[in-house]
């Protein structure tokens, strides 16, 4: 890819709509304007005028020379009529102009972090900014894309070098015995801390569940009223219900928007020994589903309670729900140390109840509030890889040069982690998120 190529794409999406923006990036960009509008606007100021000669339509132009824009390049955008028709002539008048061509996916975002615009976080957290279809993902992609887990990070890193410095300066003093033992001490005052840190934020789970969905199984025995409850917390019918055991085999799954927090709920086979092959395959299924989810919801059913999932279910964590409570509930002691959700499906009894669980287990308490959780697997892998060094700088017997080395590894982690370093290999994968104009 070329920086001195001036790009150019629709950023507002398929049309028609009311109004479409045409993006322009590029040292090309100013030369563009004056084809196509004539005189360059004043920066940053919406000015009405006829764009193309002849007129193509009529809209607003806006000018960002470069550095303070998006990208960092000279930058124009076009508010035309959102037809297809308009933005077509539009995007072709300007790739008329020598030196533009049409952006790829992602291309101005890319420009925008090459250019110190952006840091890889604050890319991912606009690019699931504008995937964000609930609240809560909503408020924690424009934290993330305004720098909540760049800051962070950052912060991390300076701390590091920090302790990088201190070990390098005792290399220099090596037969000095005690200043190398001090700067080690040192060294370590700020390692401990920050590898607390470090352990914290790994443990957290909220903002990959907040981002991805908290994937929800509902598992339990034929009949337990399973897929009536899917209906009732999807509020449609999803899935068939009857009053034959084994009536679901597929895995059925719908997506929730619960208090802003999205979950994938899938409905499964009731789990029984035995029966025909079609069955067989449908438990089969229903246990691998549930083996892969965050949480499972053991259903049971009031009026032939199996208390417990089986064997690899158990050991997931597991929400108990006691189903057809319509029916009569049994005695507590018989679930007291499951303390169940006690609810029906039919009569919509304890619905809100389990909605509430959910949606804290999906992130809800944990969403927005300046709480900074990582985002995608990405982090977490740099940042384990990170901490594992930071705890063979802390608990292992080595010699002051390996010391050194491990914050090293642990600050180039950090790094990676930002983009600030050796970052080529994932960058493809996460500017091909975007859709064009981005
Ligand atoms: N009284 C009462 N009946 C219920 C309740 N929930 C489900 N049922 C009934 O129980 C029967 C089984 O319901 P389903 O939702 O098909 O049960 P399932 O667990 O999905 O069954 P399989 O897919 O066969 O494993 C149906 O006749 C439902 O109407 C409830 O809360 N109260
Ligand atoms: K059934
Ligand atoms: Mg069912």
């Known amino acids: 890819m070329s920086v001195d190529d001036t790009i150019v794409a629709p950023a507002s999406g398929a049309g028609p709509s009311a109004v479409a923006v045409i993006r322009i990036s590029g040292p090309r960009t100013r030369a563009v304007l004056e084809v196509l509008v004539g005189r360059v606007p004043r920066p940053r100021q919406a000015s009405l005028r006829d764009i193309g000669s002849p007129a193509l339509d009529r809209g607003l132009v806006l000018w960002f020379p470069a550095p303070k824009s998006f990208t960092g390049e000279d930058m124009a955008e076009l508010q035309v009529h959102g037809s297809r028709a308009v933005v077509q002539a539009v995007v072709e008048a300007v790739l008329a102009v020598e030196g533009t061509r049409l952006a790829e996916p992602g291309a101005f975002a890319r420009r925008a972090f090459e250019n110190g ?49 201190l070990m390098e300066a005792g290399l220099d003093f090596a037969d000095e015995a005690d200043v190398a033992l001090d700067v080690g001490v040192k060294a370590s005052a700020i390692v401990a801390p920050l590898l607390q840190s470090i352990e914290a934020h790994l443990a957290d789970r909220s903002g990959e569940r907040l981002r991805d969905g908290l994937r929800v199984v509902i598992a339990g025995p034929p009949n337990a009223g399973k897929s009536s409850l899917l209906n009732a917390l999807a509020k449609r019918d999803a899935a068939i219900v009857s009053e034959e055991a084994g009536t679901t085999r597929d895995v059925i799954e719908v997506h929730l928007d619960l208090g802003g927090c999205p979950v994938i709920l899938a409905d499964t086979a009731g789990i029984r020994a035995g029966r025909g092959e079609v069955e067989q395959e449908g438990i089969r299924r229903a246990l691998a589903r549930a083996e892969d989810a965050d949480l499972v919801l053991w259903v049971i059913d009031a009026t032939d309670p199996v208390w417990a999932p089986p064997a690899p279910l158990a ?56 709480h900074i959780s990582l985002t995608r697997t990405r982090h977490r892998t740099e940042l384990v890889s990170s901490r594992d060094a930071l705890q063979r700088f802390v608990s292992h017997d080595l010699s002051p040069e390996l010391k050194a080395e491990e914050l090293r590894i642990a600050a180039r982690h950090l790094g990676r982690l930002t983009g600030l370093i050796d970052v080529e290999e994932v960058l493809g994968a996460i500017f091909a998120e975007f859709c064009i104009g981005k």
């Open 117 to 165: 615009k952006l840091d890889l976080t604050e890319v991912e957290g606009l690019a699931d900014l504008i995937n964000a279809e609930t609240e809560a993902q909503r408020r924690q992609a424009l934290a993330q894309s305004e720098g909540s887990l760049r800051r962070l990070y950052e912060g991390w890193r300076a701390e590091l070098l920090q302790a990088q410095a």
């Open 315 to 370: 050991a997931k964590d597991v929400v108990f729900a006691l189903n057809k409570s319509d029916w009569g509930v049994p005695p507590a002691h018989n679930h007291a140390a499951i303390n169940p959700l006690i609810l029906s499906a039919k009569t919509g009894a304890g619905l809100e109840a389990l909605i509430d669980r959910l949606a804290d287990l999906a992130g809800a308490e944990s969403a927005g509030s300046g």
